[in-house]
């Protein structure tokens, strides 16, 4: 019983709380963004799905490539494979570039790979030990979000690619901007991912 309340309490100050149903903001080319507001901050979730043309072995390839998640990723100048740490468990560091004059962030995440089910696939991103990439004293170090991806199969050559994403942005960054962007940011990234996958 004692840990079953400790675990709830563990729940309710780590997690965002959800205030709203998911609002479609965005329907173009086999891309659906959806946002929705949180009861325990002024930023906004997102939730993006992709249905691709690819095999589930490439769509996973490509998203767990950290060296090369700035090839798509947008507005991502820099992203490296900090450390392997199995088959399943890495930690990524990715800078993302922000509109003039908000300066950008960067975060070190922990990436950890598994197979709830047959042809299913579940990425799930935490922040990992910021230790592992010095700080740049130009960019925010992000160290509060949390998301995953899944990557289903749904066909002989079609996959459906959902990520799910929250995070604070830290610093003095207008909640409405950062809430602006939730949309165009994944938006670009799925236009791109799938340009990839289906080339």
């Known amino acids: 019983m004692k840990f079953l309340i400790l675990f709830c309490v563990y729940l309710t100050t780590t997690a965002p709380s959800h205030s709203q149903e998911?609002?479609?903001?965005?329907?173009?080319?086999?891309?659906k963004v959806y946002t929705r507001e949180l009861d325990s901050t002024k930023f906004n979730e997102y939730k993006a799905v992709?249905?691709?043309r690819t095999s589930i072995k490439k769509a996973l390839e490509t998203i767990v490539d950290a060296d090369n998640l700035k090839k798509w990723n947008y507005k991502t100048p820099q992203s490296k494979l900090v450390k392997k740490i199995s088959d399943s468990e890495f930690v990524f560091w990715m800078e993302n570039d922000l509109p003039w004059?908000?300066?950008n962030r960067d975060h070190v995440s922990s990436i950890n790979v598994s197979q709830p089910e047959a042809?299913?696939?579940?990425i799930v991103i935490k922040p990992a030990?910021?230790?592992y990439v010095e700080k740049e004293k130009n960019i925010i170090r992000?160290?509060?979000f949390e998301g995953y991806w899944l990557i289903k199969e749904i066909g002989k050559d079609s996959v459906e690619i959902t990520q799910q994403m929250y995070g604070d942005p830290k610093g003095t960054i207008p909640s409405w901007l950062v809430n602006s962007i939730l949309?165009?940011?994944p938006y670009h990234s799925f236009e791109n991912l799938k340009e990839i996958l289906e080339n």
């Open 22 to 31: 998911w609002n479609l903001k965005r329907n173009t080319n086999n891309i």
């Open 50 to 52: 992709l249905i691709a």
């Open 101 to 103: 004059p908000i300066s």
């Open 119 to 122: 042809n299913t696939y579940k």
């Open 129 to 131: 030990d910021s230790n």
């Open 142 to 144: 992000m160290d509060n």
């Open 183 to 185: 949309v165009t940011f």
